[in-house]
């Protein structure tokens, strides 16, 4: 899913479309006097996941902790991996191309 930023006047807030989630989300950024700037940022139609187990409805996964083999494993959390669940590293060549902060999710036995 990619994302747009705008920065508004006074105003904003959440727009529910017919769907029921948000479109748009606005909040106030800056301190102190004056401080009456509004970023809003907008989930763009593309989506997040760009090829993983695209023919399930819902991609869900679960892993019991105990059932580890390392004392942490890595979980992908940026939809690139090749090796999805699981980290293989794609997150770094994914911020480095689009300014993005994302990593993985580690799990500790």
């Not at 989630?21 to 996941?49: C, D, F, K, Y």
């Not at 942490?72 to 991996?81: N, P």
């Not at 999805?84 to 799990?107: I, M, Q, S, Y």
């Amino acid at each position: 899913m990619g994302f747009s930023a705008v920065s508004l006047g006074l105003g904003g807030g959440i727009s529910l479309p017919s769907s029921g989630r948000p479109a748009t989300h606005s909040t106030s950024v800056g301190r102190g006097r004056g401080a009456s700037r509004l970023v809003m940022v907008r989930a763009e139609a593309q989506g997040i996941n760009p090829e993983i187990r695209k023919n399930e409805e819902k991609v869900v996964d679960s892993v019991q902790v105990s059932d580890l083999s390392k004392p942490v494993t890595a979980y992908c959390r940026c939809w690139r991996s090749g090796t999805f669940p699981l980290c293989d590293g794609t997150h770094v060549k994914h911020n480095k191309a689009t300014g993005d902060n994302v990593g993985p999710l580690l799990l500790k036995k």
